[in-house]
T-cell receptor
Framework: NAGVTQTPKFRILKIGQSMTLQCTQDMNHNYMYWYRQDPGMGLKLIYYSVGAGITDKGEVPNGYNVSRSTTEDFPLRLELAAPSQTSVYFC?????????????FGPGTRLTVL | AQRVTQPEKLLSVFKGAPVELKCNYSYSGSPELFWYVQYSRQRLQLLLRHISRESIKGFTADLNKGETSFHLKKPFAQEEDSAMYYCALSRAGNMLTFGGGTRLMVKP
């Protein structure tokens, strides 16, 4: 199993451009998450999904959109990129949403907005 | 609001020395706490969870509700323990709140 995969690994955007960060998992997990990590900081939850067709906001959703049309995929859309969105983005998944379920992380996407 | 604080950004010890990575939290409910680790060029992965009361790679962590702490300890550090360590608190829906992380460097 590849686990959680993310594309691209790196991307540079100009202010105002848009892009989609891709995330796919092959573990048949119901729950998926998007986090961002700013330099020297911990991860912050952007959006999460408890199953196909269901998404909800996390701590820092502004400027982002998500969709979950399949169990495997959970893309993150950035509209009108801003320098404040320069960060490393991590996708994660877990089998269930119980409090003690391990989250499995992707390798991350490093995004720079200039 | 829930918060996780890791007061040390960097902790440097010699091989064989004891290690304690500090984690303090604030949460109004009953906390579920984890330690995640990221080794160089690897993904973030679960190290241990408090509910399991387990020892992984020689590391243990005890939840102290009175002091609202979940410090990670190992009696004898090894060079392969060098990594970024994140304390995390789980809340409804399995959403994690992470601390800022501590970089552990174990010198030979």
């Amino acid at each position: 199993n590849a686990g959680v995969t993310q594309t691209p690994k790196f991307r540079i955007l100009k202010i105002g451009q848009s892009m989609t960060l891709q995330c796919t998992q092959d573990m048949n997990h119901n729950y998926m998450y998007w986090y961002r990590q700013d330099p020297g900081m911990g991860l912050k939850l952007i959006y999460y999904s408890v199953g196909a067709g269901i998404t909800d906001k996390g701590e820092v959703p502004n400027g982002y959109n998500v969709s979950r049309s399949t169990t495997e995929d959970f893309p993150l859309r950035l509209e009108l990129a801003a320098p404040s969105q320069t960060s490393v983005y991590f996708c994660a998944s877990s089998y269930r949403g119980g409090l003690n379920n391990e989250q499995f992380f992707g390798p991350g996407t490093r995004l720079t907005v200039l | 609001a829930q918060r996780v604080t890791q007061p040390e950004k960097l902790l440097s010890v010699f091989k064989g020395a004891p290690v304690e990575l500090k984690c303090n939290y604030s949460y109004s409910g009953s906390p579920e706490l984890f330690w995640y680790v990221q080794y160089s060029r690897q993904r973030l992965q679960l190290l241990l969870r408090h509910i399991s009361r387990e020892s992984i790679k020689g590391f243990t962590a005890d939840l102290n509700k009175g002091e609202t702490s979940f410090h990670l300890k190992k009696p004898f550090a090894q060079e392969e323990d060098s990594a970024m360590y994140y304390c995390a608190l789980s809340r409804a829906g399995n959403m994690l709140t992470f601390g800022g992380g501590t970089r552990l460097m174990v010198k030979p």
